[in-house]
């Protein structure tokens, strides 16, 4: 007889502390359980692991041994053709057709929007007036998503079709991703009918600049989107763009700008780390190449302890297709298997002092994908890891020699849900010092 992963027992308790503070959440378990451990969620029994040989075991499966976790409730959400949704061949073929955009020289050519975007943005600051810094880095990362993956140029046009993009994601209220039965009409005020709406609304959006690319093709990522054919020579079709479209919008506006906000909070609680930083960056000159600024050691080195300290997306869920032995114990079909980010990111065997930012500690150490995971890992790690990356480094080659900021708070924010990712509690309140 197998042996049973233990964890707590009480299902929508669980699910409760796993909504509201999954970093807590998971520390407790792992204390009180021992690792791995398991809980209810959406129905379906998960079992969490922040051991780096178990995250080996679950990153380097047979793709085709797993699939999509939760994928009723996100189906519904970001559509049934999203990449995050799919699963087996379709998976595979729609991640290589989607994973050229993001990578090598195309990526790179977008340097010039996130700067540009950025200095828009941040030239709004005014001296001795506070502001909510993740308004900024939200307000510039839906840009680059508009400018680069839309090809939207105009600025009334990238208002209107970022106004629409954002209220979808205003409107997703966390209870619609946790739960299946949330999904539905049930009258004017509930959460679905106000995202059904916003929905509809970016979707009509979407397909129009979707016809207006298939007529006038850019240099921009839907446009290769469009171009793209898999073996057969079978495109990509409207709806599945529409999908994928929105899917990177979730996935690409949230976690950059909410990364960039933590950046700053961290960055301005630590004034040596700052100032190395700003003189790393200086010394490239007042308009740096854009592969030099990439090549950043101590930039990259904080960018990644931005990422480490609180992970945006507490964990990589899957599915099991076929039986797995994960440490003791024999998982059948059906288990939910995550890596726990959080704990992984948190381990002081792996990270000395981890509530403590210290970004030296990546500097000369190339760190295992096993043991740092903010895109998560294996065949479903984040198509767009390193656009990401790329985009948080040329955003802080802007502001971080050009602005002097102070905290207006300097209590350290704790990390609050949005959807299925978190971000810093206030967003950070900071001011223009000069």
């Avoid at 909410?258 to 609680?269: D, E, G, H, N, V």
Wanted: glycine share 8%; with cysteine; proline share 9%.
């Amino acid at each position: 007889m197998s042996r049973l992963v233990p964890g707590p027992r009480i299902a929508p308790l669980a699910a409760y502390r796993f909504a509201v503070d999954p970093y807590g959440f998971f520390a407790a378990c792992q204390r009180r359980y021992g690792d791995p451990f398991a809980f209810d969620l959406g129905g379906k029994r998960l079992v969490v692991t922040g051991q780096p040989e178990l995250a080996r075991v679950i990153f380097t499966m047979d793709p085709d041994a797993t699939r999509s976790f939760g994928t009723e409730q996100l189906a519904a959400v970001l559509g049934r053709h999203s990449l995050i949704v799919v699963s087996g061949e379709r998976h595979r073929r729609d991640r290589k057709l989607l994973t050229p955009p993001f990578h090598g020289a195309r990526m790179r050519s977008y340097g010039a929007i996130i700067r540009e975007a950025t200095r828009r943005h941040a030239a709004a600051w005014r001296v001795g007036e506070p502001f909510v810094m993740q308004a900024t880095t939200q307000a510039i990362s839906l840009e680059v998503i508009v400018r680069a993956v839309f090809g939207v140029t105009d600025p009334d046009r990238i208002a209107e079709v970022g106004a629409a993009l954002v209220g979808v994601i205003e409107a997703l209220h966390p209870v619609l991703l946790f739960s299946r039965h949330a999904q539905r009409d049930l009258g004017p005020l509930t959460p679905w009918r106000r995202f059904a709406a916003a929905q509809a609304r970016a979707g009509a959006l979407t397909r129009s600049q979707i016809a207006a690319r298939r007529a006038e093709p850019a240099d921009d990522i839907l446009s290769l989107m469009l171009a793209v054919r898999d073996e057969d020579g079978r495109a990509l079709g409207d709806d599945e763009l529409v999908d994928e479209l929105h899917t990177l919008l979730f996935a690409g506006h949230e976690t950059t700008a909410i990364a960039l906000a933590w950046a700053y909070s961290w960055l301005l609680r630590a004034p040596t780390v700052f100032a190395r930083l700003r003189a790393e960056l200086v010394a490239l000159g007042p308009d740096p190449d854009y592969e030099a600024v990439a090549a950043l050691p101590y930039l990259d080195a904080v960018c990644h302890e931005v990422l480490r300290l609180w992970p945006i997306l507490p964990m990589a869920p899957r599915t099991l297709v076929r039986p797995l032995r994960l440490g003791p114990y024999e998982l059948p079909p059906g288990t939910g298997i995550a890596v726990g980010t959080a704990l992984l990111h948190q381990d002081p065997t792996l990270y000395p002092d981890p509530h403590v930012f210290r970004p030296e500690r990546f500097l000369g150490r190339k760190v295992s994908p096993f043991e740092f995971t903010p895109f998560g890992g294996g065949h479903r790690r984040c198509i767009g890891a390193a656009f990401a990356l790329y985009e948080m480094k040329q955003a802080l080659a802007v502001l971080v020699p050009e602005y002097d900021l102070r905290l207006v708070d300097t209590t350290p924010p704790r990390p609050v849900r949005r959807n299925l990712s978190l971000g810093p509690a206030g967003g950070v309140h900071v001011v223009r010092a000069s």
